[in-house]
Structures are given as C-alpha cells and as structure tokens.
C-alpha cells in the first residue's frame, strides 16, 4: 500500500467520523416542535405570566451577542481579535500570528536536524505553531472568565447596597468601578467611561457582554434592560440575581467535583500513547525509527495524532455541561 492509498483510507475514514458527529450534534426535531408550539403558546395565550415569559425570551433573543460569520476572513479576524481581547492583555492579531509562525518554525527546524524527516518536522511544527497559543490563549481567557464570575456577585452587592441607600444606578457603577479588584472593577470602568462620553447605560453594558461573552453578565444586563420597562424595585431583584448566580457556581463546583474521576481517566489514556513511544525510543532507538524515516509511518502516525485529538475533543465534549 504506498502513500496514496494510506491518505485515501485515512481521509474516508476521517470523513465517516465527522460525518457520524454531525448526525449525533444535529439539532433535534423534537426540540424544533415543541419550540414552535411554546411560540403559538405564547401568542394567543390570555395568561399573564406567558406574556411576562414571553417578554423575557425575546429580550435574551435581543440581546444576545452577535456570532461572527464562518463565510469571510474579516470575522474571523474579528472573532479572534475578541478572544485576544478577553485575555485582558494589550495583544494583537499580528503579535499572535508572529507568535504562531515563530514556535511552528523554530519547532520545524529543531526537529529537523534532530531527525531529518522533513514532513514530520513540518506537521508537528504546524500542529505546535497553531494550537499552543491557541491553548495559552484560551486558558487565560478561562481564567480572567473565572475570576470575574468568583467577584461579580459581590459587585451585584455592592450595587445592591448603593441602590438602598439612595445613589442612583448610575453612581453605584462607578462605586463598584473603583471598590472591587481584579477584572470586575476593569470592566466596570469601562462602563462608567463608556457613560461619560454620551453612551446609553444599556449600550455600554451590552458592549461588555458582548466582549465577556458569559451568560452571568448577560443576565445582569438582561435584568436592567426588563426593570427599566417594566418597573419595580431593582434593588431586590439584583439581590436575588446575586443569590442565583452563587448557587450557579456552587453547582458549576459540584459537577466539575463529579466529572473529575472521568478527566483523569482521559488524560491518563490520551499521554499512555506518547508516554510508551518516549519510552520505546528510549530504550531501542533503532525500533521505533522508522517513524522518522519512512513516509507511509510519518502519516500513519500524523493519522493517529488526528484521530486522539479528535476523541480527546468528543471526550472534552462529554464531561461538560452547561449550567
């Protein structure tokens, strides 16, 4: 079987996955009916809790934020520039593309004149290149996510606290703005400058929901946005937001608590391949050599690299869940 042959079988093989992945991920028919009979529902029904209901999906519906096209390279450009900006650090697409290019390079030429197989060194290059400062990236964005959501309730209070006392909404930002650490008062103050230079309140909190892209600020403006039309006191309907967003987080704790023992299970069976191929080449180099050397094992072994990210990725997907 020569090299061809081997990249036709891996390519049918991979198409079949993606293929069985998108028939398990498709949206459900069942969901799709009982959605349009909850929107017929909602408008012919005489209740007043079905209209209170149907007010609150259509201001979420309203304010969600808006997902990037996949068609052009200008959204995607765009949605990268947004990850890089929920890093909180001053970085730019250009710096991280020259980032990219310079570990796949520096990896490429390294394990090049280590082994000399020159399609291996390219592939784990443009493998390395592209995904570490996509994992950096994402593990500061997740860890700013989660600093902001350990502090955002006590901000919630201390707005809740201002409103008591009589300060109007306005104000109180600004007290949450300067009093709260870390990046809730940073995006607060963003806020309040956002209103000193003639923005909305309400556009000026979609603008930072729209960059944090987490659904406890969303339901923080989401809240603002339905008092402001509807009335009543504000001041005990954050209170209560602040409750919610706590025992959310508690149980987000409980669940990672639970699916623990299964993340283990898959880090120990996704390293036991590259901890029994280090050993190997180890102990007989010459055994193991061939995956530098001859070209039908460089790509069966970049096939299997493929194949454990993309079970590692469905294993990711199935010990997560959504609060």
Same mark, same amino acid.
Request: glycine content about 10%; charged content about 20%.
């Given at each position: 079987?020569?090299?061809?042959?081997?990249? %036709?079988? &891996?390519? $049918?093989?991979?198409? #079949?996955?993606?293929? /069985?992945?998108?028939?398990?991920?498709?949206?459900?028919? !069942? @969901?799709?009916?009982?959605?349009?009979?909850?929107?017929?529902?909602?408008?012919?029904?005489?209740?007043?809790?079905?209209?209170?209901?149907?007010?609150?999906?259509?201001?979420?519906?309203?304010?969600?934020?808006?997902?990037?096209?996949?068609?052009?390279?200008?959204?995607?450009?765009?949605?990268?520039?947004?990850?890089?900006?929920?890093?909180?650090?001053?970085?730019?697409?250009?710096?991280?593309?020259?980032?990219?290019?310079?570990?796949?390079?520096?990896?490429?030429?390294?394990?090049?004149?280590?082994?000399?197989?020159? %399609?291996? &060194?390219? $592939?784990?290059?443009? #493998?390395?290149?592209? /995904?570490?400062?996509?994992?950096?990236?994402?593990?500061? !964005? @997740?860890?700013?996510?989660?600093?902001?959501?350990?502090?955002?309730?006590?901000?919630?209070?201390?707005?809740?606290?201002?409103?008591?006392?009589?300060?109007?909404?306005?104000?109180?930002?600004?007290?949450?703005?300067?009093?709260?650490?870390?990046?809730?008062?940073?995006?607060?103050?963003?806020?309040?400058?956002?209103?000193?230079?003639?923005?909305?309140?309400?556009?000026?909190?979609?603008?930072?929901?729209?960059?944090?892209?987490?659904?406890?600020?969303?339901?923080?403006?989401?809240?603002?946005?339905?008092?402001?039309?509807?009335?009543?006191?504000?001041?005990?309907? #954050?209170?209560?937001?602040?409750?919610?967003?706590?025992?959310?987080?508690?149980?987000?704790?409980?669940?990672?608590?639970?699916?623990?023992?299964?993340?283990?299970?898959?880090?120990?069976?996704?390293?036991?391949?590259?901890?029994?191929?280090?050993?190997?080449?180890?102990?007989?180099?010459?055994?193991?050599?061939?995956?530098?050397?001859?070209?039908?094992?460089?790509?069966?072994?970049?096939?299997?690299?493929?194949?454990?990210?993309?079970?590692?990725?469905?294993?990711?997907?199935?010990?997560?869940?959504?609060?």
């Amino acid at each position: 079987m020569n090299i061809i042959q081997v990249l %036709l079988v &891996a390519g $049918g093989m991979m198409g #079949l996955m993606i293929l /069985g992945y998108m028939l398990v991920t498709s949206p459900s028919t !069942v @969901k799709d009916t009982q959605r349009r009979l909850q929107a017929v529902r909602y408008r012919h029904s005489d209740s007043t809790k079905d209209k209170v209901e149907s007010q609150l999906k259509k201001a979420i519906a309203a304010r969600k934020p808006k997902q990037f096209s996949r068609a052009g390279a200008d959204s995607r450009l765009k949605a990268l520039e947004l990850r890089l900006e929920r890093t909180g650090r001053n970085w730019t697409v250009m710096q991280y593309f020259y980032a990219s290019g310079g570990i796949a390079l520096a990896l490429a030429a390294i394990l090049y004149l280590q082994t000399g197989a020159a %399609l291996l &060194a390219l $592939g784990v290059g443009l #493998l390395f290149g592209a /995904g570490l400062p996509h994992m950096v990236v994402g593990f500061l !964005v @997740k860890r700013r996510t989660n600093a902001f959501n350990a502090k955002f309730p006590d901000g919630i209070e201390l707005l809740v606290r201002g409103l008591r006392s009589g300060l109007p909404v306005t104000e109180t930002l600004g007290v949450v703005a300067a009093e709260v650490p870390g990046p809730v008062g940073e995006e607060f103050r963003a806020v309040v400058e956002r209103i000193k230079i003639g923005r909305t309140m309400e556009e000026s909190l979609q603008v930072t929901a729209d960059k944090l892209g987490t659904a406890e600020f969303q339901f923080f403006v989401i809240t603002l946005a339905i008092q402001r039309e509807t009335g009543g006191n504000l001041a005990e309907t #954050l209170s209560n937001l602040a409750d919610v967003l706590r025992k959310r987080a508690q149980m987000k704790l409980k669940i990672r608590a639970m699916s623990s023992e299964s993340k283990a299970s898959a880090y120990i069976v996704g390293a036991l391949p590259f901890i029994v191929f280090i050993m190997i080449y180890w102990v007989n180099p010459s055994y193991i050599s061939g995956f530098f050397e001859d070209e039908r094992l460089i790509v069966t072994g970049l096939g299997g690299l493929v194949w454990m990210s993309i079970g590692g990725f469905i294993m990711a997907k199935m010990v997560s869940f959504e609060i």
